[in-house]
């Protein structure tokens, strides 16, 4: 490989160039996740806890940011109920056992 920075040729794999210090580690794939339907953090369908998952964003600020859209022009509710056809339910946890802390699933 080399360095992208300076042209240092390297035979082994490195993370860092020693001579300019440019990172030559390749980057993982970014946001390889899919953007899914929040089933734990939703008040009506989920769509802002999944966008505030994918963007890692405090799910509250999505929630403003989404009101204030739907106030200003309505595009906020039609944009909504987009996300909410568009976007898959996130999937089951793979585990039958019900998750800690779960106020739902604690009355039996
Ligand atoms: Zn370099």
Not at 2 to 22: A, D, H, I, L, S
């Amino acid at each position: 490989m080399f360095c992208p920075q300076c042209g240092k040729e390297y035979t082994q794999r490195v993370n860092f160039c020693c001579q300019c210090g440019t990172s030559l580690s390749i980057p993982a794939p970014a946001h390889a996740r899919k953007i899914t339907r929040s089933r734990t953090d939703h008040k009506i369908a989920g769509v802002c806890g999944g966008f505030a998952n994918y963007l890692e964003l405090d799910v509250t600020l999505v929630r403003i940011l989404w009101l204030m859209l739907a106030f200003f022009g309505g595009w906020g509710v039609i944009g909504y109920f987009i996300a909410w056809i568009v976007m898959p339910e996130e999937p089951l946890p793979q585990t039958s056992a019900a998750p800690a802390g779960s106020p739902a699933l604690q009355r039996t």
